[in-house]
């Protein structure tokens, strides 16, 4: 039997950033607001014991349970797609907090160049620098008109960092907090890097300098370098997560509660609006029906995507024919990169996940493509994150993988290698894609999303590229022996890469080619609004999350405003 409870103005479907942000602005505004959270409640008390780097890092403890609920992969269409049994390439965060509770703390804005890429692209290079199989188009949004909530976010967020890139947009203000400690090895790095002419800067970081009160109120502490971040949540409130920010903010109104164990299997319809949601409790296997007068799909992007496509609202993308728009422009990231192996000893074990020094000069459109075979780029840092001991076995080329010389060159090598890695964009393509597995369901009996991609000669090209850069800036660090990152062929699901998944629910100006508007409202259902790193028409040379923060800030007025006015918001 079904239960049907008492309706709200707003539901949210998770409670990580996107939820959080939406439910602490609507329920500050008097909306009454119920969060849905499939995993349980948790807290800084809850990581007292968190520096168990085999619970969380290996066994991955605040992650989802694929047991209960995952997605199949397949690299192209001839392929027979397979369920993932097991964390891998990407790590999907379950739980209060969501993935914003075991991030590293990298917090970005995504480039000018980003948001009009389109555009900009043709107007500089012509209309045909990339081939039409590459479904390239811009934002719907300028970076100036999201700077506002840019700048909203980063306050709340309390981001230390220094405003010396030349490449960035313009800011209304400073960060709210100076940057984190200049390391040695961050010295090192920049040294180098002045040295070839490059521009380095402080990397903005979630693991605050400082401690720091946000205008809502909250405390967020400074850190302690424990070097335990990213797959791990903060024990000293020190990484700004949502639970120690918008979560509390939204419960100190009197106007929000979370439902913990709730699973949303379904968004229901009526003609062109939406009424609520459908969901299981995980633990007893109850079912209910959550009525609300707007629903925000706030979860991962597979599951926002995958929501959609369940309960039938949108027009699935057809790669055939290129009709449609759920599930299209699936993008990933690239990862060039290069290690060096040094013979003095330095202090690789203490850190923090945002502890680091990049240079952007390979980023965006910042140099010169006309001769190149690929557009964008990555930012190209070097992260002093701790380096753990399970996880963390840098050995020269030709050693063993395993046995006693495995276990001298890791020994010796722990302190002596330093990595620069790259976080290169991904363009989307018209065979990478999501849609529903036919074959495959979960414990739910709901189909599991099925997931189409692989790597494209512009990835491979730009991969090739911006590794050799990498390898200049370690050799001029000085480093005895640099190895660059293998050249990539097609992509592999198993091994961890990042967890930066966007695409599938695009936002766009029009109709036909976006899901939703540019204030993340459903093209199809107007009180239906979809918020996340899926909104992405193609992915950058960053973490996405200070971005999807602002999107979140930006879908929130959109929220508010719908609520008093109704109709289209834009």
Not at 128 to 146: C, F, H, M, S, V
Not at 169 to 175: A, F
Request: charged content about 20%.
């Amino acid at each position: 039997m079904v239960t049907t409870l008492d309706s709200v103005d707003v539901v949210t479907v998770g409670v990580g950033w996107t939820g959080g942000i939406i439910a602490a602005e609507c329920a500050k505004e008097g909306l009454k607001v119920v969060g849905l959270e499939r995993g349980r409640e948790r807290g800084t008390e809850d990581f007292s014991i968190v520096h168990d780097e085999y619970r969380y890092a290996v066994r991955y403890e605040l992650m989802q349970d694929l047991s209960r609920e995952t997605i199949a992969f397949r690299n192209n269409r001839q392929q027979r797609a397979l369920p993932m049994r097991q964390m891998g390439s990407f790590l999907l965060g379950e739980g209060l907090g969501g993935s914003g509770t075991h991030w590293n703390g990298q917090n970005w804005r995504f480039l000018p160049y980003d948001f009009q890429i389109k555009t900009m692209t043709d107007e500089k290079y012509g209309a045909n620098k990339l081939p039409a199989e590459y479904t390239l188009q811009d934002w719907g949004i300028t970076y100036d008109e999201l700077e506002p909530y840019f700048d909203r976010f980063e306050k709340t967020a309390g981001i230390s960092g220094e405003d010396n890139n030349p490449f960035w947009g313009k800011r209304s203000s400073p960060y709210p907090t100076p940057p984190m400690k200049k390391t040695p090895i961050l010295q090192r790095f920049e040294t180098a890097a002045t040295n070839l002419g490059l521009s380095p800067f402080m990397m903005p970081s979630a693991n605050l300098s400082e401690a720091y009160e946000n205008p809502d109120g909250q405390q967020i502490n400074a850190c302690q370098y424990c070097g335990f971040c990213e797959r791990f949540g903060c024990e000293y409130g020190a990484k700004t997560s949502p639970e120690i920010t918008v979560v509390p903010t939204a419960r100190e109104t009197g106007n929000y509660e979370i439902k913990f164990n709730a699973n949303v299997v379904e968004i229901m319809k009526e003609g062109d609006r939406v009424t609520g949601v459908r969901y299981y409790d995980t633990e007893t296997f109850e079912e209910f029906i959550q009525p609300a007068n707007v629903v925000v799909l706030t979860s991962y992007i597979l599951n926002n995507a995958k929501l959609l496509m369940v309960s039938q609202i949108g027009e699935q993308y057809d790669p055939e024919t290129g009709q449609g728009t759920l599930g299209k422009n699936y993008a990933y990231q690239i990862l060039p990169g290069a290690s060096g192996f040094f013979d003095e000893q330095m202090n690789t074990f203490m850190g923090a996940g945002a502890l680091g020094m990049t240079v952007d000069d390979f980023n965006g459109d910042s140099f010169d493509h006309s001769d190149l075979d690929f557009i964008h780029g990555a930012s190209l840092s070097i992260t002093q994150t701790g380096s753990r001991p399970i996880l963390h076995n840098p050995i020269p080329p030709d050693t063993p993988s395993w046995g006693a010389d495995f276990k001298r060159a890791s020994i010796e090598n722990y302190t002596r290698s330093l990595s620069i890695g790259g976080q290169g964009a991904s363009m989307p393509h018209r065979e990478n894609y999501m849609a529903l597995d036919g074959t495959y369901k979960d414990i739910y009996g709901v189909p599991l999303l099925q997931l189409t991609y692989n790597f494209t000669d512009q990835d491979r090209a730009l991969h090739s590229y911006l590794t050799e850069r990498a390898g200049e800036i370690m050799q001029e660090m000085g480093a005895k022996t640099v190895v660059g990152g293998n050249p990539i062929s097609d992509y592999d699901i198993v091994p961890y890469q990042t967890t930066h998944n966007t695409g599938g629910t695009i936002m766009g100006a029009d109709p036909g080619t976006s899901v939703v508007n540019n204030f993340l409202q459903h093209w199809d259902a107007e009180n239906l609004f979809v918020v996340g790193a899926g909104n992405f028409a193609h992915n950058g040379g960053y973490n996405p999350t200070g971005t999807v923060g602002a999107l979140a800030y930006r879908c929130a007025e959109g929220v508010i405003r719908y609520s008093r006015e109704g109709g289209s918001l834009v």
